[in-house]
Each structure stands twice: as C-alpha cells, then as structure tokens.
C-alpha cells in the first residue's frame, strides 16, 4: 500500500489491514498532539483509493478488520464513505468490522438515517479524543470542538449503532485545571456512556508542548487525576483501559463491576511512595 509517513492507529488496530484515504488531520490544531503537525492534509484521490483497495484485496483476501486512516476520516462526505465502504465490503467478503478516527464535529454533520446506513456498511468502531470534560482546558489546547458536541457525537452514534471508543487525556490542564478536569471529564462522560473508554497521559513530544515544569503534573499527581476521574464515573456497560504506553499505571476493567477494585488498586499505589512526586517518572521508549 502507498504510506506517507507518519502513519498512526490506535493500538487495538495492531492487526488490521491499513489503508490511508486522507494525508495528516484536517484539523491539526490541537497542542497537546504532535502526530500529524509535519503533514499538510488532504484527501487523496479516490480512484487511487479503490484501485488500492482492489490491490489489497488480492493479497489479503481473509482480511477481517480494517482501519482508515489518517485523522478524522469521519469528516469525508457521507457519500464518499458509502462509496469506499461498500466497495471494501464488495471486495473482503470476510470483513467484520471497518473503524476510524472521528471527532464530534465530523460525528454530527451527519445525520442519524446517514449513521444507521454507515454501520450497516460495517463502519463499527470511532475513536473520539474527548481529552477533556472541561471547555477551559479544551479551549486551553487549541482543540476547536465544544464538549457538548463530543458527548452529542457519541451519544447519538452509539443510538445509530455504531461503537465508540473514547480518549480523556490525564494532565492536560496542567495542574490549575487538575480538579476541574478531572471532575468534569467524568462528567462528561457519564453523559456519553461509551463503549470503551480509555486513559493516556499527556507527555511533551516535539511540536507539543503544553506547559512549564512547574505546572505539569508529576506521575503522583497524574495517578491522582486518574483515581479522581474513576470516581467520578457512573457507567452502566464500558469497558476502561489505561494500559498505553504514556500512562503512569497499566490497568483494565470493566464497569461498573470493577470501579471498586480499581480504585482500591489506585490507592494502594499512591501509599506505596513508588511513584515520583517531583517530575513525570520514567519516560516510556514509545508512545
């Protein structure tokens, strides 16, 4: 397949088959994000794109998941993305499942008959970074979305079928906004009741850079920020991972059968004086 580097995926996408339908993110905006800031966005010609699919096809015709990258790919045209759903369909006859990158902006321009008629076509998974439940912080980040419109994109998605896998993003507000963004993402996501739901931590890369060392959170501080979120959280079915890379503690669950447990194991870190109290800890070899 024809990559421009750097290509990203979520790490639940290890094993899916990759196509690239748009270069970098068509918003790009955001300063805690470094992934895409090298790359000018655009969509890429859709006669390239079907005649790569038909490529892959016969190389790969077991394949069962696939992702689309590169950023936002939910912002394509609705009519667009019925044309490369329904041609991947066509061509991987043991397909089960087709996931994306979305934002709540991208979730929302469509609408709800557009959304039914998406997953039908196996569209399954969006991945939507709320980062934060708190308009300040979001705003604090140059991200341009409301978060009334991220908790409307995946509310009305998951009523339209499809499956939303939700990001928060510890230490983002830095420690001013520590307890608002922590109260307040719980909050938010309460509304949306994701699927899945996933924390990471914010850690300087090139070309993001959020804070000075005195306001950034200290590993403590974010495991902290992470008990003060799950205890926040009133979920009836979503499945929690912190287990990426970035995150000061690796842990996984269910809710709400496992909101006690996890925060008895939170606690029994912060007792244990293993974590750095003064700067962000071990630095992880990737992100």
């Known amino acids: 397949m024809k990559y421009i580097e750097p290509l990203f995926r979520p790490p639940a996408e290890a094993v899916s088959l990759i196509f690239q339908v748009a270069y970098g993110c068509p918003h790009n905006s955001c300063r805690f994000c470094g992934m895409y800031k090298g790359v000018t966005y655009r969509m890429r010609d859709r006669h390239e794109v079907l005649a790569e699919f038909k490529m892959a096809a016969g190389r790969y015709p077991a394949t069962r998941r696939i992702f689309l990258a590169d950023g936002d790919v939910m912002l394509l045209s609705f009519d667009l993305l019925v044309e490369y759903l329904t041609e991947l369909n066509r061509l991987f006859p043991r397909l089960t499942r087709i996931n994306v990158y979305a934002n709540g902006s991208s979730i929302t321009r469509k609408s709800e008959a557009e959304l039914v008629a998406l997953s039908k076509l196996k569209l399954n998974t969006l991945?939507?970074?709320?980062?934060?439940g708190s308009q300040t912080v979001i705003d604090l980040a140059d991200k341009h979305e409301s978060v009334d419109n991220m908790?409307?994109?995946?509310?009305?998605?998951?009523?339209?079928?499809?499956?939303c896998s939700v990001m928060v993003l510890l230490g983002v507000g830095g420690k001013t906004f520590s307890?608002?963004?922590?109260?307040l993402t719980a909050a938010a996501l309460n509304l949306m009741q994701p699927r899945l739901l996933?924390?990471?931590?914010?850690i300087e890369v090139p070309n993001a850079k959020m804070y000075d060392d005195a306001e950034t959170l200290s590993e403590f501080d974010a495991v902290v920020e992470l008990r003060a979120i799950i205890s926040g959280l009133e979920m009836k079915r979503t499945v929690f991972r912190a287990n990426h890379s970035s995150s000061p503690v690796p842990l996984s669950g269910r809710f709400p059968q496992d909101k006690q447990r996890l925060l008895s194991d939170l606690d029994q870190l912060l007792k244990s004086n293993s974590l750095d109290r003064h700067g962000p800890g071990a630095m992880p070899m990737f992100l």
């Open 198 to 202: 996933s924390a990471l931590r914010f």
């Open 179 to 183: 307890s608002e963004h922590a109260t």
């Open 151 to 163: 908790v409307q994109g995946v509310t009305v998605a998951q009523r339209c079928g499809l499956r």
């Open 127 to 132: 991945y939507v970074g709320l980062e934060s």
